[in-house]
């Protein structure tokens, strides 16, 4: 566990090493992507606050911050054997920690934001509540679902290399088709079951019923049974997958 955090943290600083603020722009560009929508939809759009009188800012941070570590996590542990490939070389080296540190790396920036969101709704006049503390289940529900995604990208990456772009792509139509900065209630009602088949559904409304919306994660207990059918499915193959491409890693990189 130990050489796990040290290889994270020290993938973490080598991400934004040689910048003149380092690891500072990990924090500054996330700030300034949801001061743009904010900007573009509060300001400019001047949209009304969605959910309970919520001023709109709150909302989306609530729908982006979950997002932004999806993302990252997602991105970089895709690529991880291909950026660690004098690692995986190592006969001795437990190659299956990779993913897990690239997502371990993510994790640093997305704890800062967890903070963020708390203080947000702190200035707002919003009260701590006991709901609260669901943020970080939702946030392990996303490290279990990126454990598995990644280790099937990953171990595709090393034999197909524009995996990571075709990732990329995802992530794109994946931010347009999951509520972040519009609300599922906008749409018809017999559509909104097809976006509840995207896991990201599950979390980013789970951010907003642990701070805006107050309900438990068992009290949308069909989701919550989707969801985690979904990323032990998910999960499951992608050990397979890693498992059977391992023996051939060294040899390809």
């Known amino acids: 566990m130990f050489i796990i955090f ?4 020290n993938d973490f600083k080598a991400k934004y090493a040689g910048s003149y603020l380092g690891v500072i722009w990990g924090f500054i560009q996330p ?9 573009v939809f509060q300001v400019g759009f001047k949209t009304p606050p969605i959910e309970k009188d919520i001023p709109f800012i709150l909302w989306l941070v609530c729908g982006m911050i979950p997002w932004f570590f999806f993302s990252d996590g997602f991105v970089n542990a895709t690529n991880c054997l291909l950026e660690y490939s004098y690692l ?7 190659v299956s920690i990779l993913p897990i540190v690239k997502i371990l790396s993510s994790i640093f920036v997305h704890l800062f934001f967890v903070v963020f969101i708390f203080i947000m709704f702190f200035l707002y006049g919003n009260k701590l509540s006991i709901y609260n503390i669901q943020v970080f289940y939702y946030s392990f529900s996303i ?3 990126l454990l598995g995604l990644s280790f099937i990208t990953s171990s595709i990456n090393v034999f197909l290399k524009d995996t990571v772009q075709i990732v990329s792509i995802i992530i794109q139509f994946g931010f347009w088709l999951t509520p972040i900065f519009w609300s599922y209630k906008n749409i018809p009602v017999k559509y909104v079951k097809f976006f509840k088949l995207n896991p990201m559904y599950y979390i980013v409304q789970g951010y907003r019923d642990a701070f805006i919306n107050h309900v438990w994660f068992w009290e ?3 989701q919550t049974i989707y969801f985690w059918c979904l990323s032990i499915l998910i999960l499951t193959v ?6 059977r491409l391992r023996p051939h890693f060294s040899d390809v990189l």
């Open 88 to 94: 995986v070389k190592k006969v001795v080296f437990r």
């Open 220 to 222: 949308r207990y069909n």
């Open 6 to 9: 040290e290889l994270a943290k």
């Open 143 to 145: 490290v279990i679902l």
């Open 31 to 39: 700030i300034i992507t949801i001061l743009v929508f904010w900007f």
């Open 238 to 243: 992608g050990v397979f997958i890693f498992k």
